[in-house]
């Protein structure tokens, strides 16, 4: 399953598109969509629409993720996303694409563990989950990416069969034990604690020796 994940904006769109095989993920494109200062809005929504098209028709998601609008105190911002959630969901409904929401805060939790992580804990999980040689940028794409590890993971749980682990008649009895996925979460967060870098070496910076 091939999974469009979208972190809304007019001035720059975020995108990331991953790939579900049962419990792996992997990334197949990522990056934004940016619309010049200097075209009026709906210059702007049409571009989107038509960058977001193409999109689609190249990499032929299944589902289309998006994040959910939700009250801010920048009233200019939020209008700025709903206008971009909208072509969104246009494009969506265009080309028969089922949408899935989540809040921030969601996607947090789905990644990083927690609601609280900051820009570069989504990323840096982003980077492990996908197994990618280096830290996903910009941010809108690094969140983008995480709306879709968020969408992809839910709908996986969503499809298992909910049998006990003792119910061996089933056709796919319920997996027991941590997929690849949760294990990668908490690895990293291990990880993040204790100072390390994804190669596993210490990537705190020693305290300077002072003399006696």
Known sequence: MIILGIDPGTAMLGFG???????????????????????????????????LTDLIELHAPAIVGV???????????????????????????QHDLEVREATPNEVKVATAGHGGAGKEQVQRMVQVVLGLAEMPTPDDAADALAIAICVANRE???????????????????????????????????RERLGLDPAGHSSRVPEPKTGS
Do not use: M, W
């Open 17 to 51: 598109i991953v790939e579900r095989t049962g419990p792996r993920l992997r990334a197949i494109d990522y990056g934004v969509i940016s619309t010049s200062s200097r075209l009026t809005l709906p210059e702007r929504l049409e571009a989107i629409y038509l960058a």
């Open 67 to 93: 994040e959910r609008l939700f009250f801010t105190k920048n009233v200019q911002t939020a209008f700025a996303v709903g206008q971009a959630r909208g072509v969104v969901l246009l494009a969506a409904a």
């Open 156 to 190: 996986r749980s969503i499809s298992r069969i909910p049998t006990g682990p003792l119910d061996r008649s089933a056709i796919n009895p319920a997996p027991s034990g941590q997929t690849p996925y949760e294990k990668a979460v908490r690895e990293a967060l291990r």
